[in-house]
């Protein structure tokens, strides 16, 4: 996947549906982009998605979060019939929502781009919904308050996984 040119789509169609002419973009409205991730069906079989939040940050400051989401069984819980074998189910789950950016002009590199990076080789396509590559989002008050404490942690050296994806997805222990 070019990241650049994806990155460069995701940038532009932001500016053109949340921002005004002046560059400036309401706290509450966003999109969230959706990508489907390579599994390593080797050990697994289900889904695993790369969720990117991109929302007004106040003024002309954008934010970006990302995180990942799971729906996963391991290879030895597949029965011979397409079902599950006894004692097995899928696991479902999700990240925290990990800070990125919150910049009036960085946002685009520092976090569109640096969440793309992390994923670049696992991306194997956009989620589409209903014609639509994104979803419009409504973010409430509790919401933003949750976003802009991580913000603040972020920034205060405080959070634990700051840009740290790749360390907080689930992974099924390794078979002996």
Known sequence: ?????????????????????????????????????RLDY????????????????GSNYISVFGRLAWTVVPVEGLATDDGLKPGYDYTDGSTPWVHFSCHDSCWTSDGVES???LFNERVISME??????????????????????????????????????????FQFAKSA
Do not use: P
């Not at 990241?3 to 940038?11: E, L, M, Q, T, Y």
């Not at 080797?42 to 940050?57: A, N, P, S, V």
């Open 1 to 37: 996947m070019d990241k650049h040119i994806v990155a460069s789509i995701i940038c532009a169609e932001f500016r053109k549906a949340f921002e005004d002419t002046r560059g400036f973009s309401e706290r509450s409205k966003g999109m969230k982009v959706t990508f489907n991730l």
């Open 42 to 57: 080797t050990r697994e079989e289900g889904y695993r998605k790369l969720e990117m939040l991109i929302f007004g940050g």
């Open 115 to 117: 969440v793309l990076s």
């Open 128 to 169: 589409t919904r209903y014609d639509r590559w994104y979803e419009a989002v409504d973010l409430s008050d509790e919401e933003l308050e949750a976003f802009q404490e991580i913000t603040r942690e972020t920034r205060a050296g405080r959070a634990t996984h700051s840009r740290n994806l790749t360390n907080l997805e």
